[in-house]
T-cell receptor, first 114, second 110 residues
C-alpha cells in the first residue's frame, strides 16, 4: 500500500537558518502530494501541495517540488522564524477517486530558537 | 468561504462511558468527510470516511462508530470508551482532493 516516510525529529534550528525536511513516498500511480503544518493544540493546516511531477508548491516562504524520479517531496525554507515552530506532515492522496483519503507521514517537529 | 467546526474542544471521560463528537462543515455541498485520530507524538490514522449522507466506511476495526445524518454533519461515537481511545480526533472535508481539517477534539479517557 501507499506510504510516506519523513525524517525523524525534532529538528532544531536557529532563526534565519535554512530548513529542509525530507519526505519520500511509495505509491502506485501518480498521487498528489501535500505538506500540512500543525501548531500546538490545533488542527492541521494545508501549507502547500503539488499535483503532478515537477510541480513546485509554495506558500509563506516554504517550497517543495514533486520529484517523481526520486519519489520525494522535500520541504524547504530559506530563512526560518520562531513562528515556524510546529509539526510538519507530508501526505499523499489516495488514488481511489471515491475515497480520496490521505496517507500521512509520522510528522517532523521543528523548533526554531531565537 | 468554507469553515469546519468540531466540538467539544476537549473532553475527559471515564472508561466505559459513551462518546459523541460532532463535526459540521459550512460553505460547501456534498463533501467527503473524514475522521482521523492522532495519538500522542504520532501521525494521523484514518478511522472513517463518508462520501454521502448515511454512507460510512470504516478503515480499522475498533470501538468507535460514525454517522452522517446530514450532508454537512459527521458524528463519531462510542458506546463504551476504552483507555486506548484517548487521543486527538480530527475531522476533515474535501471536495476535489485537498483535505481541510477542523480544530480537533482532545479526548482523555481515565
Amino acid at each position: 500500500g501507499d506510504s510516506v516516510t519523513q525524517m525523524e525529529g525534532p529538528v532544531t534550528l536557529s532563526e534565519e537558518a535554512f530548513l529542509t525536511i525530507n519526505c519520500t513516498y511509495t505509491a502506485t500511480g501518480y498521487p498528489s502530494l501535500f505538506w500540512y503544518v500543525q501548531y500546538p493544540g490545533e488542527g492541521l493546516q494545508l501549507l502547500l501541495k503539488a499535483t503532478k511531477a515537477d510541480d513546485k508548491g509554495s506558500n509563506k516562504g516554504f517550497e517543495a517540488t514533486y520529484r517523481k524520479e526520486t519519489t520525494s517531496f522535500h520541504l524547504e525554507k530559506g530563512s526560518v522564524q520562531v513562528s515556524d515552530s510546529a509539526v510538519y506532515f507530508c501526505a499523499l492522496s489516495d488514488q481511489d477517486t471515491g475515497r480520496r483519503a490521505l496517507t500521512f507521514g509520522s510528522g517532523t517537529r521543528l523548533q526554531v530558537q531565537p | 468561504s468554507q469553515t469546519i467546526h468540531q466540538w467539544p474542544a476537549t473532553l475527559v471521560q471515564p472508561v466505559g462511558s459513551p462518546l459523541s463528537l460532532e463535526c459540521t462543515v459550512e460553505g460547501t455541498s456534498n463533501p467527503n468527510l473524514y475522521w482521523y485520530r492522532q495519538a500522542a507524538g504520532r501521525g494521523l490514522q484514518l478511522l472513517f470516511y463518508s462520501v454521502g449522507i448515511g454512507q460510512i466506511s470504516s478503515e480499522v476495526p475498533q470501538n468507535l462508530s460514525a454517522s452522517r445524518p446530514q450532508d454537512r454533519q459527521f458524528i463519531l461515537s462510542s458506546k463504551k470508551l476504552l483507555l486506548s481511545d484517548s487521543g486527538f480526533y480530527l475531522c476533515a472535508w474535501s471536495v476535489v482532493g485537498t483535505q481541510y481539517f477542523g480544530p480537533g477534539t482532545r479526548l482523555t479517557v481515565l
